[in-house]
């Protein structure tokens, strides 16, 4: 069975990069009817924290892909030991009794980049087992062959055929001092026991699998298939980092700025692979079927944004692209959350009703705390009396207009199609074109001359709100019409 797994490090928030590796897996798996399989490698216990463990499990919540199995590194220290001891056993590892502190483990010498301590591989088994024996704190490395002649090779699905002699590979180690298992010996010991089949990973990791073969070999299992994804870097071309770039990089940042996992996912997916018919916006089940390894690019992809706006505009045209398409009910279900967190209260089919009017105008779910923010306050922000004066007229006139519109309000019915009618009606009886009938209405009741559509907005604000605010409206045109003493 093909099993794939994600392996995050809780050593910070969770990574857009690390988020889509998750979404490559997930992908892989699903559409070859595979099993997910999520391990959290908290191994580093010096730098593994609990805030960073609770941003990734939020960023894969938030995502709502899910997975099949759950494991943790830190639970299974007694099978890696075990993969570390029978390596040692074969006579494939050896004890590197080194101090830490001093540094001569792995530092350059005189032949250039440290590749092995000739001392202590050297070491007579009898010896190490002594010095083991009395306490004192040893490293385990690796016994890395040192016949040039010898050739490390795996194939990958994205960048080829791969080969690396051994001469240029250190004796890395797989237990440290502390008696911790390093990244190496715990991530192939836990792959090879977990049977994991496929192995899909970022391009960093290319040069860590020629160890990582070593490792299974020795441990008499048969190495995983290696498939490796091209970068995402930066406007500039540099890797996108926690350390350099900050927050813009996180997955919760996307998800608090008012982004759809669907739409996130679906631009993440597309940094680095495309589908075959040059598709962009794609459904869940969309991406499913069309995913394979095979559409993987070599090349790094370039995650574009700037300091004024952090996220790049591919990713909120795809966002906008999907709220549009939405139906509504689904999208109404999304913004409640959103707008009850500002602190607004509203019930969910006054929310579907607003959903209507502002899907076509909102790209993010955020935006509809300023698109629609007149719906949910009780009094519009301040604004100039001037913008309720249309543009081919003046005071009087939008004056005539709101105290026609008060009356028009005040009887009809509060439907769309009524109050479409009713104030068309009252245009033609005043002499003027409809929008010179509308703009002023529309600032009235909105404070602005941008909006949602008019009718379906008055229905949406009710009869009491809109008789409401047109009279705060005339007040201000007769404030500013009152000769000045």
């Known amino acids: 069975m093909l099993r794939v797994r994600f392996a995050p490090s809780p050593t910070g928030f969770l990574h857009i990069g690390s988020a889509r590796t998750f979404i490559f897996n997930w992908l892989y798996a699903r559409r070859n009817g595979g099993a997910m399989i999520l391990r959290i490698d908290d191994t580093d216990v010096e730098r593994n924290t609990e805030a960073s463990l609770t941003s990734i499990y939020e ?6 892909l899910g997975w099949d199995e759950e494991y943790r590194q830190s639970e299974r220290l007694a099978l890696h030991r075990q ?46 087992e002594r010095r083991a024996a009395a306490g004192e704190p040893f490293a385990l ?8 002649q010898h050739t490390v090779r795996f194939a990958d699905a994205v960048y080829g055929d791969q080969a690396k002699s051994t001469a240029d590979i250190e004796d890395f180690a797989l237990v440290r001092s502390d008696g911790m298992p390093t990244y190496h010996l715990a991530s192939c010991a836990d792959d090879a026991d977990l049977r994991i089949s496929h192995i899909i990973r970022g391009q960093d990791h290319l040069t860590n699998t020629f160890k990582h073969v070593l490792i299974f070999e020795a441990a008499g299992a048969t190495p995983p298939q290696f498939a490796h994804l091209p970068l995402l870097v930066a406007p500039d071309g540099t890797k996108l980092s926690k350390r350099r770039h900050g927050p813009v990089v996180s997955v919760t940042t996307y998800r608090d700025a008012g982004f759809l996992a669907d739409a996130f996912a679906n631009f993440i997916v597309l940094l680095g692979w495309s589908p075959k018919n040059d598709r962009e916006q794609m459904t869940r089940q969309e991406l499913i079927d069309a995913f394979s390894l095979e559409g993987i690019n070599r090349s790094n992809a370039v995650v574009n944004f700037t300091e004024e706006d952090p996220f790049d505009p591919k990713a909120v045209w795809l966002n906008a692209e999907h709220i549009r398409t939405m139906p509504a009910e689904e999208l109404s279900e999304r913004l409640l959350p959103v707008v009850r967190a500002a602190g607004h209260s509203i019930e969910p089919l006054k929310m579907l009703q607003i959903t209507r009017l502002i899907q076509e105008r909102i790209r993010l779910l955020n935006d509809a705390l300023t698109v629609a923010d007149f719906f949910f306050v009780e009094d519009l922000a301040p604004y100039d009396s001037a913008e309720l004066i249309p543009k081919k007229g ?27 009618a009713a104030l068309r009606a009252a ?8 929008g010179q009938m509308f703009e002023p209405i529309r600032v009235a009741v909105c404070g602005r001359k941008t909006a949602p559509p008019l009718f379906g907005t008055l229905e949406a604000l009710g009869r009491e709100t809109c008789l409401r605010r047109i009279e705060q409206a005339l007040g201000k045109l007769k404030l500013q019409s009152e000769p000045r003493q």
Request: aromatic share 8%; net charge negative; proline share 4%.
């Open 59 to 64: 960023g894969l919540r938030w995502l709502d």
């Open 83 to 128: 993969v570390a001891d029978a390596i040692f056993q074969k006579g494939l590892a050896y004890r590197d009794f080194t101090p830490a502190h001093t540094g001569e483990s792995e530092k350059s010498g005189a032949q250039g980049t440290w590749l092995f301590n000739a001392d202590m591989r050297a070491m007579p088994r009898e010896e190490s």
């Open 141 to 148: 490395r690796f016994r890395v062959p040192r016949d040039t």
């Open 394 to 420: 003046d005071a009087a006139l939008a004056l005539a207009v709101l105290e026609r519109a008060s009356g028009v309000l005040a009887t009809a019915e509060f439907s769309h199609d009524s109050l479409d």
């Open 427 to 434: 245009a033609v009886e005043q002499g003027i074109k409809p």
